[in-house]
């Protein structure tokens, strides 16, 4: 139960994006943007956390593949902050504070205009960090490692869908999977006694 710990808790910060997306509106409204406005404010915590949580996955490694990963999971989390700061947070607030019956005004579509592409950057990002993380198992575990693709369609539904239901969530809960499935490769991987007697050997030579 303790090895499972903290796959657990890798997966938790992408597990709770999917939980907030069953409740993300589609479209913001005036009747929306209270409920749009909330979610995004936790969001600011949490959304960075996801990339946290995947450069935690080459923790301690100074190879460039892991470099590769931690840098895509950085750039993934400032960018889709900005995407959660602006079209979230910013554009929630401004619809709100206008009142009811007030067509959405260029303001806040200018508002969009710049966190959409802010965001996309994040999500490619997301995804070459997923890919990176799927060369990185398949090569360092072989065929447990393939478990990382469940990163990979996570990121794709994330960069389809956000966190909107059914892509986004969907997206979401399969970073959360994959996270946790490779957090949980690669501590199996380094329990195993026969890989322990063979790396201590090859240490001793």
């Excluded at 590769?68 to 401004?94: K, Q």
């Excluded at 969009?112 to 990176?132: K, M, R, V």
Aim: proline content about 6%; some cysteine.
């Amino acid at each position: 139960m303790r090895r499972l710990g903290p796959p657990a808790l890798l997966a938790l910060p992408a597990l709770c994006l999917a939980l907030a997306g069953l409740l993300h509106p589609h479209h913001l409204t005036y009747d929306t943007s209270q409920r749009w406005f909330a979610l995004h404010i936790p969001g600011l915590l949490v959304f960075p956390l996801v990339g946290v949580a995947l450069a935690a996955l080459v923790r301690l490694r100074t190879d460039l593949l892991a470099w590769g990963i931690r840098t895509t999971a950085y750039v993934y989390a400032t960018f889709y902050t900005a995407l959660d700061v602006i079209s979230g947070v910013a554009a929630g607030y401004v619809t709100h504070e206008l009142g009811p019956g007030v067509p959405r005004p260029e303001a806040v579509s200018l508002l969009f205009g710049i966190g959409t592409p802010l965001g996309e950057i994040g999500s490619w990002a997301l995804l070459a960090c997923g890919a990176l993380t799927v060369v990185d198992q398949v090569v360092r575990n072989a065929a447990p490692g393939a478990v990382a693709l469940l990163l990979l369609a996570g990121a794709w539904l994330v960069h389809v869908g956000h966190i909107f239901a059914p892509e986004g969530v969907a997206g979401m809960a399969l970073l959360a999977l994959g996270t946790a499935g490779v957090a949980l490769v690669d501590a199996t991987r380094r329990k195993t006694p026969g890989r322990d007697a063979t790396s201590g050997a090859s240490r001793a030579s």
